[in-house]
């Protein structure tokens, strides 16, 4: 699976659109894009998913770039209850075969009052 | 439909017991995969179930071990407890029926904490 890398931290006004980078330049024109949330403590959170179009849900935004080198997750109106850390996942898709998520470190977001 | 349930919650062991955690999957969800979340190991991937059979195995002693029952449920067994298997266990579910990155997607229990004592 290809390598992320994501800043450790980032701050957030609450009720401003947070924008999390995420670094993947060896991506291959298999692989996805996932992007997961964990509330302390609490089971990680799919949150969306994109292969090369940008993709939106009721959660957030996922942007791609062209070369898909790298992506944005966006919420767009950040709350409180979104401080998590949030992690992003690059991996082929597995058709019938084995699997495993491979999660980094993620950015610690916290959404400030 | 309902999320996917682990059981117990919480548990407290004592070193050398042996324990036993349960995970539902979410309806119609086949594969199920386990986890475990450490503060310094982060997340690591256990192994993965399927059609009752393992698939895939994280780098684990032989300690860690699950099982699949025909409706889906697993379970995984720790024997011989060490104080380092204090950790949040995590199960997770996909939809193996679909087909590209939806069925990719694996949706996560709450999790079972253990204390090793």
């Known amino acids: 699976d290809a390598k992320t890398t994501q800043p450790p931290s980032m701050d957030c006004a609450e009720g401003r659109a947070a924008n999390l980078p995420c670094n993947h330049s060896?991506?291959?024109?298999?692989?996805?894009v996932y992007w997961y949330r964990q509330i302390h403590s609490q089971g990680p959170q799919y949150i969306i998913h994109?292969?090369?179009n940008n993709e939106t849900n009721e959660m957030a935004s996922l942007i791609i770039t062209e070369d898909r080198k790298s992506s944005t997750l966006i919420l767009p109106h950040a709350t409180l209850r979104d401080t998590a850390v949030y992690y992003c996942i690059v991996r082929p898709y597995s058709g019938a075969g084995s699997y495993q998520l491979t999660f980094g470190k993620g950015t610690k977001l916290s959404v400030i009052p | 439909k309902a999320g996917v349930t682990q059981t117990p919650r919480y548990l407290i062991k004592t070193r050398g017991q042996q324990v036993t955690l349960s995970c539902s999957p979410i309806?119609?969800?086949?594969?199920v995969s386990w986890y475990q979340q450490t503060p310094g190991q982060g997340l690591q991937f256990l192994f993965e179930?399927?059609?009752?059979?393992?698939?895939n195995k994280g780098n684990f002693p032989g300690r860690f071990s699950g099982r699949q029952f025909s409706n889906s449920r697993s379970e995984m067994n720790v024997s011989t407890l060490e104080l380092g298997d204090s950790a949040l266990y995590l199960c997770a579910s996909r939809p193996t029926g679909t087909s590209g990155g939806a069925a990719d997607t694996q949706y996560f229990g709450p999790g079972t904490r253990l204390t090793v004592l």
């Open positions: 060896t991506i291959s024109g298999n692989e996805y």
């Open positions: 994109g292969l090369k």
């Open positions: 309806s119609g969800h086949r594969s």
């Open positions: 179930y399927f059609s009752e059979t393992q698939r």
